[in-house]
């Protein structure tokens, strides 16, 4: 019930393309998701977040759509660039109880120039 | 603004050693998480640390444990250390539970 599924495992998208990786969660209680970018050799940034009271959140380039009755929840890139190409990870946390996010496995993408 | 600071960045270690990790939070931040990365277990949580007190522990054995300091500055020890504990080791600090973790670059740590 803490685990959290994310697909796909990796996506090629080529520049101008529209990325999207789903990831679904089990336990309920979990009210914040946040999705973090890692390039190789670097720690996890931080690139949008969303709680289960709003149905998507944009920020730039980068969406949250969010479904609560289905647990799921998707970031969406939209003009996709090669600089973009990095490894891309859905969590969740329930929000109060401490920073002990669910990490998703994580999805490898690369945007072709 | 500094970021996370994580020491030293990489480490190479022989079975049966203990390692001390280090993580000096973003200034302000009260909060601070490790994660354990590797690439077929994926991220981790280890434990979190809010105003010296363990306030959330992840399913690791007890070999793993953390501690952090009145300056909220954290290290993290594993003991007898296994060939399987080779990994990235990241701390994340935040102001509170509630509000934006970042991660610094993580400690590569080799056991062999």
């Known amino acids: 019930q803490q685990q959290v599924k994310q697909s796909p495992q990796s996506l090629i998208v080529q520049k101008g393309g529209i990325s999207i990786i789903n990831c679904a969660y089990e336990?309920?209680?979990?009210?914040?998701f946040p999705w973090y970018q890692q390039f190789p050799g670097k720690g996890p940034a931080l690139l949008i977040a969303?709680?289960?009271?709003?149905s998507e959140k944009k920020e730039g380039r980068f969406t949250i759509s969010f479904n609560k009755s289905a647990k799921q929840f998707s970031l969406h890139i939209m003009d996709s660039q090669p600089g973009d190409s990095a490894t891309y990870f859905c969590?969740?946390?329930?929000?109060?109880?401490?920073?002990?996010?669910?990490f998703g496995p994580g999805t490898r993408l690369s945007v072709l120039p | 603004k500094a970021g996370v600071t994580q020491t030293p960045r990489y480490l190479i270690k022989t079975r049966g050693q203990q390692v001390t990790l280090s993580c000096s939070p973003i200034?302000?931040?009260?909060?601070v998480s490790w994660y354990q990365q590797t690439p077929g277990q994926g991220l981790q949580f280890l434990f979190e640390?809010?105003?010296?007190?363990?306030?959330n522990k992840g399913n690791f054995p007890g070999r793993f444990s953390g501690r952090q300091f009145s300056n909220s500055r954290s290290e993290m020890n594993v003991s007898t250390l296994e060939l399987g504990d080779s990994a990235l080791y990241l701390c994340?600090?935040?102001?509170?539970?509630?509000?934006?973790?970042?991660f610094g670059q993580g400690t590569r740590l080799t056991v062999v």
């Open positions: 994340a600090s935040s102001q509170t539970a509630s509000t934006e973790a970042f």
């Open positions: 336990n309920t209680a979990f009210d914040y």
């Open positions: 969303i709680r289960p009271d709003v």
């Open positions: 969590a969740a946390s329930r929000d109060n109880y401490g920073q002990n996010f669910v």
């Open positions: 200034s302000g931040h009260r909060s």
């Open positions: 640390y809010f105003s010296e007190t363990q306030r």
